[in-house]
């Protein structure tokens, strides 16, 4: 049995090392004659995997004291009603950054829960770039001000953190967490769902800002009030236990890659080589403007929508799966999440070339 080359937006590949060492703790986790999947949540072999993950992602992200770490359910798409739920704090509305897709479903869904401004959006752009901070107009009565740090399917990344003043910053760094070092002290909120470069589907990771914490709506459930979680360290129920533990597994790998400077590292030398090769090309084009370009999601496209399929075909008869792009852009998207290798990159752009040569 071979790895394939795995592309996918997510859920995505998963650190090799990783597989390899939950594979070998799978029925018998370090001598407790139990798999993770089989512990009592409130026992103290799960108790300690919890503490664990908790730490290390603190030492990894470096979150100042001041900020609480919440495992939750649910998705990031339910964090897109969470959110306002928790975070108004008495005021009406809330500020909201449009760059794509994934922002225009947390605008769409806050709607339900307070006025949501459009603070800028790139509409304009086709969703191309991400709105300069200069054309922002923040409502200084705003609860939070909104951005999507990486659109996974226009490819649209922010290689700065805004300064919004006294409002609270809040990202859905969903497909670009742990990518790089972040200052999490300019952040009010920080809520990512796992299954990019965290580890499986069904975990949600929020960090959140202590003083921002205690006025959620009386509606919000038990289970989404970040205070309540806060106060119970996310143990009001159920957490999604084995996530949490592949979660934990994958912060020590990163941590063992030289933390989010080593991530940092790898990923742009990934980025830099595809999105030369595309630059270079004059066959594949890429539509997202240069300084705006995704270090985790490559969208590209083929001169004619025609060769999609044989070039699709031919990734996959070389072991390069999960390369066609969303439907709402078209062409083809590398997903290159942390725990793609170099080597598939380096895979995918020869056959790149290959391509080119023969249709080009
Ligand atoms: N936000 C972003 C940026 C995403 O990429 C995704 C998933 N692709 C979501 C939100 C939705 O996440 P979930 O499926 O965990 O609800």
């Known amino acids: 049995m071979t790895r394939v080359f795995n592309f996918s937006a997510g859920p995505a590949a998963l650190p090799e090392p990783v597989l390899q060492q939950a594979a070998a703790e799978m029925s018998d986790w370090r001598g407790s004659g139990m798999s993770v999947m089989e512990m009592s949540h409130r026992g103290k ?33 339910g964090q897109n009603a ?23 479903k947390s605008i769409e869904e806050a709607g339900k829960y307070c006025r949501v401004r459009v603070a800028a959006t790139a509409e304009a752009s086709r ?32 290689h700065w953190t805004p300064d919004t003043g006294d409002v609270p910053l809040v990202a859905d760094m969903s497909s670009n967490i742990l990518s790089k070092p972040v200052d999490v002290s300019r952040y009010g909120l920080i809520y990512a769902g796992a299954q990019k470069n965290i580890g499986p589907a069904g975990l949600t990771l929020v960090i959140v800002r202590e003083d921002l914490l205690g006025s959620a709506l009386p509606i919000t459930p038990q289970v989404f009030d970040y205070q309540h979680l806060a106060a119970n360290d996310s143990m009001i129920n159920t957490p999604p236990t084995y996530a ?20 940092a590292r790898l990923n742009q030398a990934k980025a830099g080589l595809l999105y030369d090769t595309l630059d270079a090309s004059g066959f594949y084009t890429s539509p997202v403007a240069r300084e705006d370009r995704s270090r985790m999601n490559v969208p590209f496209r083929l001169p004619d929508p025609a060769l999609d399929a044989e070039f699709l075909k031919g990734a996959e008869a070389r072991g390069m799966v999960q390369l066609k792009g969303h439907r709402v852009v078209g062409g083809m998207r590398a997903s290159i999440y942390n725990a793609v290798p170099m080597a598939a990159v380096q895979a995918l752009v020869a056959y790149m070339k290959e391509f080119e040569a023969k249709h080009g």
Not at 57 to 71: D, G, S
């Open 45 to 77: 072999e799960f108790m300690s995997i919890l503490a664990e993950t908790k730490a290390l992602l603190i030492e990894l992200l470096n979150i100042p004291a001041n900020y609480k770490v919440l495992f939750m359910q649910g998705g990031a798409l």
């Open 244 to 263: 949490i533990y592949i979660a934990g597994l994958v912060f020590q790998w990163i941590k063992d890659q030289g933390g989010l400077e080593g991530m």
């Open 127 to 158: 969703f191309t770039h991400v709105p300069p901070q200069g054309s922002w107009d923040i409502d200084p009565h705003a609860a939070y001000v909104h951005i999507c740090s990486n659109e996974t399917i226009g490819g649209v990344e922010y």
């Open 82 to 104: 969470i959110l306002p739920m928790n975070l108004l704090r008495g005021r009406n509305s809330a500020d909201y950054v449009h760059t794509g897709e994934w922002s225009k």
